[in-house]
């Protein structure tokens, strides 16, 4: 058995409304702004072993903030991740029973590449909108699939925690889970794989320096439904999530509302066969 490999990209788009109400009984001004999140993921894994992996993604994010006073594009690279995983263990070759699982660990590191010091008329935006963080961040992962024949559920997870930049901001610490049950379908040429399940993403609010920031972090939980196609070395990703429930610390002036979500990717599978020696002719 060969340790495979995999590299590949993959396009996802996130949109948030966004709208500032205040004034008196005689005068009530509002501001608003619907704001798109675009990436474009280089994703690849190389396998160390039967049990070491290590993953890694490299974003390039164009994101507008379309708002009633302020009008922003911004497009660059973003801040590259790469982990380590580690596999504990995975009954899916053993053939003894109809149930399998599996279950990896990983921890790596968010690496301050991005622009996180983008000015509009001078001023520093939103570091929301920022293409980076500007801090050395920590990442743990986790992944556990169990199966019953063609049936069965996925549990992932994932915990960043952040560091100061240099300009004293930190974004708070963020944690998402999810949870997915998937078929596996089969024909002679082609496999299928639809899932459904829900995600949940939770996030601490924002400090500079010690202050707390207004209308930073929350949590929502979103439905998800999604399709791979499996076809030799390659598979096609596609998901899509609609929020459910969504909690965002907002003052009593502001509104924040997260909008439906997908993405789709295109991988490529292949493994590095090792040569073997050759005997020298005596």
Do not use: C
């Not at 993953?55 to 922003?72: A, E, K, R, T, W």
């Not at 660059?76 to 790469?82: E, L, Q, S």
């Not at 149930?99 to 001023?123: I, N, R, T």
């Not at 024909?187 to 601490?204: I, K, N, R, S």
């Amino acid at each position: 058995m060969h340790t495979t490999h995999f590299i590949g990209l993959r396009y996802s788009q996130a949109a948030f409304k966004a709208s500032v109400t205040y004034g008196n009984n005689q005068y009530i001004a509002n501001e608003s702004s619907e704001d798109i999140y675009r990436r474009v993921d280089l994703m690849g894994r190389y396998s160390i072993s039967r049990r070491l992996q290590v993953n890694f993604i490299v974003p390039y994010l164009m994101n507008d903030m379309n708002g009633s006073h302020q009008q922003v594009q911004s497009a660059g690279m973003g801040d590259p991740m790469v982990l380590l995983y580690y596999n504990l263990f995975n009954t899916a070759n053993s053939g003894v029973s109809f149930w399998q699982h599996s279950l990896s660990l990983g921890g790596g590191l968010k690496m301050p590449v991005g622009e996180y010091q983008k000015l509009d008329d001078g001023l520093i935006i939103n570091p929301n909108f920022q293409l980076g963080s500007g801090s050395l961040d920590y990442l743990l992962s986790m992944n556990y699939t169990l199966r019953y024949k063609k049936t069965g559920v996925n549990i992932e997870s994932g915990y960043k925690m952040n560091t100061k930049n240099s300009e004293g901001y930190r974004f708070g610490n963020q944690f998402n889970t999810s949870a997915y049950l998937f078929q596996w379908l089969e024909t002679p040429q082609v496999a299928f794989l639809p899932f459904a399940g829900v995600y949940y993403e939770q996030a601490e609010k924002h400090t500079n320096e010690t202050i707390e920031q207004l209308n930073t972090g929350g949590n929502s939980l979103f439905g998800t439904v999604g399709l791979q196609v499996f076809r030799n070395n390659l598979s096609v990703n596609f998901t899509y999530q609609m929020p459910w429930v969504q909690n965002f610390n907002t003052d009593q002036l502001s509104n924040i509302s997260a909008q439906n979500r997908f993405s789709v990717g295109l991988l490529y599978n292949f493994s590095l066969k090792k040569r073997k020696k050759k005997t020298p002719k005596k």
